[in-house]
């Protein structure tokens, strides 16, 4: 079966086209995760079009045409947010790319990351990068989420929490209500200004942009390794957070980690020790859905 297999994430959209269970072209757009009326899908399908004509070969003349779509995109859950989805992408995709639609199997990223470590068995998989959520797929068959409630709520143990939490540490270590902290660098270099000039990082703070401080999660998850104690105890914390999302799953179905902040090994143990469970890592969640599909000899949902 030949697919093209779409993760779109907040962060960014992988691309990949796959020949039964071997991924043959692949690459990355930015995320292009749909808002309150844009569902990005003209976008989407425009970068779509470029990377197909540069990377499908010719069979008996030709252009190689994927039997399947999957996309699995941030944002779309509930039933009216994929058929309203699916209608706009499959315009988009016959003015853009090809007059002819190719069957479209439609999830949200979090399914599409359960797909691909469970197939269409029970289990779980806990995700942390820009936010963080578990998803499980029950022994009944339905899926419970857990999290997912985006940075304005909880997101607890993901990368804009985390980076929130570095800001907050830092304007209390300024104000003298809270210990000194490495994590006044990368801040600093964050609001692009000097760390050892406290005024200009107290002026910066007030007019940070809470949307982007996800990129110093890595900064927390570093200087921790480091022994920095403030960010020991960000990391402590957000591990914590992580595993309980995990409470709720039962102790003989198999859970799953994946996301960016899973990189970092101690972030990564202290985790799976809060858990009292093995957690292993899914690095590569594209791969390991075309091998499923391959293994299976079908898609892991009817498509739409």
């Known amino acids: 079966m030949r697919l093209l297999v779409i993760d779109g994430g907040a962060t960014a959209t992988d691309v990949a086209l796959c020949d039964q269970n071997t991924v043959i072209a692949r690459t990355e757009f930015p995320s292009l995760k749909p808002s309150r009326g844009d569902l990005k899908t003209d976008q989407l399908c425009l970068l779509l079009g470029s990377f197909l004509a540069a990377n499908t070969p010719l069979a008996e003349g030709d252009v190689w045409q994927p039997d ?12 009216r947010e994929r058929y309203e989805y699916s209608e706009a992408f499959n315009q988009a995709w016959t003015q853009y790319v090809s007059v002819e639609r190719i069957p479209l ?4 990223d979090a399914e599409l990351l359960l797909a691909a470590a469970h197939g269409a068995d029970a289990g779980a998989v ?7 959520m578990m998803l499980m797929r029950r022994s009944d068959g339905l899926l419970q989420r857990v999290g997912g409630w985006g940075p304005a709520v909880d997101d607890m143990g993901g990368g804009m929490w ?9 304007a209390r270590m300024l104000d003298g209500r809270g210990p000194d902290t490495l ?11 000097d760390d050892e000039d406290a005024d200009a990082v107290r002026d910066a703070l007030r007019r940070a942009d809470p949307s982007r401080m996800s990129r110093l999660a890595t900064a927390v998850l570093y200087y921790a390794d480091e022994a920095d104690a403030v960010s020991m105890e960000i990391r402590r914390e957000g591990a914590l957070e992580l595993a309980l999302m ?7 179905l198999d859970a799953v980690i994946y996301g960016s902040l ?8 202290l985790v799976e020790r809060f858990a009292a469970r093995p957690l292993p890592r899914l690095p590569d969640v594209i791969a390991a859905l075309a091998e ?4 299976a000899g079908q898609l892991p949902m009817q498509p739409m």
């Open 68 to 79: 399947a779509m999957i996309i699995g995109m941030a944002g779309v859950w509930s039933d």
């Open 105 to 108: 199997v439609l999830l949200s």
């Open 126 to 132: 806990l995700i942390a990068g820009t936010g963080s």
């Open 162 to 170: 985390l980076g929130r939490r570095a800001v907050r540490a830092v």
């Open 183 to 193: 994590l006044i660098r990368p801040v600093a270099n964050y609001l692009r200004v």
């Open 246 to 252: 995990l409470t709720v799953v039962p102790s003989d």
């Open 262 to 269: 899973f990189e970092n090994a101690a972030y990564r143990e």
């Open 292 to 295: 499923r599909i391959h293994a």
